[in-house]
Structures are given as structure tokens and as C-alpha cells.
């Protein structure tokens, strides 16, 4: 198994953390985004949009980041937990990678893009995102350890690194201590992978 990867992208964390999970051995292939890599035809015949990350599983390839967390869950977690068969909690799952495609992506995922690679985006509008979305995450944990049923699931694994690193961003995750909280079951779960953490102004501004 082949991870096309970045190793700052929360996209590509997500498919490293899942692997970690299901204790799955993978070979890591960083794609070198900085001089155009993934714009050139040999990566692009493993994702025509030119985007980490990638996954070649023998004959198999997949490209985008919740397709693939998808993919190694059914394939691969024989309890079917970490992607329920139940329909109405495999809907529920779905809901999560939704929003972690677009308003986790949007928010506290284009904060950090501001802060890390120097972005050129609205800061105030991104960050009104992500305290948006964030709000209505800690109100969902309010309750329940997990996002979906009693066991994480894949989309805990999708939300998880985007948020462990919003306060790169700028985004200040102590107010919303179910959120935190539930960042810190994902990290004392067997197989954790950590995500490289990067220092910037705006997360040292949070600490003034």
C-alpha cells in the first residue's frame, strides 16, 4: 500500500492516522507540492485534481482524503466500527465528512492555511467559520464521547487533525472544552499517529 502524501496537509494526516488505527503497513511517498509535483502527469494520473492525498492498494487507486477513509474502513476493519453498517449511523458518519470536507476545510483548516503557508484569504470571514462549526461541535459532544454511536468512527478521524491544529490558525480551542476533550480520547486511542505541529504567530498569540 502506497500513501501519496504532504506531511502539514490534515487531509493527509487523516489517511496516515486511520492506517496507524487499523495497524496497517503503508509506504509513504511525500509529493513535493512546493515545486509543482502534484500539477505534473505522472501524479496526475493518480489524481487528475492534483491533490494529496493519494492511495494505490495494489491494483486499487483512490484519490481524496474521506474516499479513502471510506475505503480502508470497509476494506479493512473486519468489526465494521470504524464505518457502521447500520444505515442510519452510517448516514450520520456521512453528515461528519460533509462538513469536514467543507466547513472544517473552510474554517479552521483555511485559518491555518493563512498562518502555515501564507494564504491569501479573508482571516476574519475563516475564522467566523470556524467558530461557527466549532460551536456546534462542542454542543454535539455536549453528551456523547464520539461524534457517531458509542466507538470513533471515521469521522472522528476526518475532523480530528484540521482541529487538533486550528490553534496554528489562530483559533482558540479553549472555548469549547468538549471539543478538546474529545480531542484528547482520539489521541489516547492504540495506534495514535501524531500530525507535525508547526509554530506561529497566531498560535503564540493565543498563549499572550
Known amino acids: 500500500m502506497k500513501i501519496y502524501d504532504l506531511e502539514l496537509s490534515g487531509h493527509s494526516h487523516r489517511v496516515r492516522l486511520l492506517a496507524s488505527l487499523l495497524g496497517l503497513s503503508y509506504q509513504l511517498i511525500p509529493v513535493d507540492l512546493l515545486n509543482g509535483a502534484h ?17 494505490e492498494d495494489g491494483d486499487v487507486s483512490i484519490f481524496d ?15 465494521r466500527t470504524w464505518l457502521p453498517e447500520d444505515v442510519v449511523q452510517a448516514a450520520k458518519v456521512q453528515i461528519w465528512l460533509s462538513k469536514a470536507a467543507n466547513e472544517l476545510a473552510n474554517g479552521p483548516a483555511a485559518a491555518r492555511l493563512i498562518s502555515v503557508f501564507g494564504a491569501k484569504l479573508d482571516e476574519q470571514a475563516v475564522k467566523a467559520k470556524a467558530d461557527a462549526l466549532l460551536s456546534v461541535m462542542n454542543q454535539h459532544l455536549q453528551d456523547r464521547v464520539w461524534f457517531v454511536g458509542n466507538n470513533p468512527t471515521i469521522a472522528d478521524v ?6 487538533a491544529h486550528a490553534p496554528e490558525g ?7 472544552p468538549n471539543v478538546d476533550r ?10 495514535f499517529l501524531e500530525m507535525p505541529k508547526t509554530e506561529t504567530d497566531a498560535k503564540k498569540a493565543l498563549s499572550l
Open 158 to 163: 476526518a475532523l480530528y487533525s484540521y482541529t
Open 39 to 55: 500539477k505534473q502527469a505522472e501524479f496526475l494520473r493518480k489524481n487528475p485534481f492534483g491533490q494529496v492525498p493519494a492511495l
Open 182 to 191: 474529545w480531542l484528547q480520547s482520539i489521541e489516547a486511542l492504540p495506534g
Open 170 to 176: 489562530g483559533i482558540d480551542l479553549r472555548k469549547f
Open 65 to 79: 482524503s474521506n474516499a479513502i477513509l471510506v475505503y480502508l474502513a470497509s476494506k479493512y476493519d473486519t468489526n
